[in-house]
């Protein structure tokens, strides 16, 4: 079954920057559009970037945008976010999937804290 595994995660100060990775186990992702996705406590969970399926094309929501890079290596199964800048409204829990998304598909997600 499709398993997807978010790792890199950190508390940094604001300024800092992180890479996260998203592993895909199950299936090979080559063909979906996939996207980066964070919860903040007491908010929903929202996209903040979106990359089709052969990386051509890209999204990012307007208050990451010059910030955060989404990429992808499709002959590693892997999705990945760059945060350069980050700041602290930046902390959440980051989850990736499909996007759209696939409800089934949801796993752990990486805590991103930054201070200030």
């Known amino acids: 079954q499709v398993q997807l595994v978010e790792s890199g995660g950190a508390q940094v100060q604001a300024g800092g920057s992180l890479r996260l990775s998203c592993v895909a186990s199950g299936r090979t992702i080559s063909n979906w559009g996939m996207g980066w996705f964070r919860q903040a406590p007491g908010r929903a969970r929202e996209l903040i970037a979106n990359i089709n399926f052969n990386g051509h094309e890209a999204y990012y929501r307007n208050d990451v945008k010059g910030r955060f890079t989404i990429s992808r290596d499709n002959g590693y199964n892997t999705l990945y976010l760059q945060m350069n800048d980050l700041e602290p409204q930046d902390t959440a829990i980051y989850y990736c999937?499909?996007?759209?998304?696939?409800?089934?598909?949801w796993g752990q997600g990486t805590q991103v804290i930054v201070s200030p």
């Open positions: 999937n499909t996007q759209p998304p696939t409800n089934d598909y």
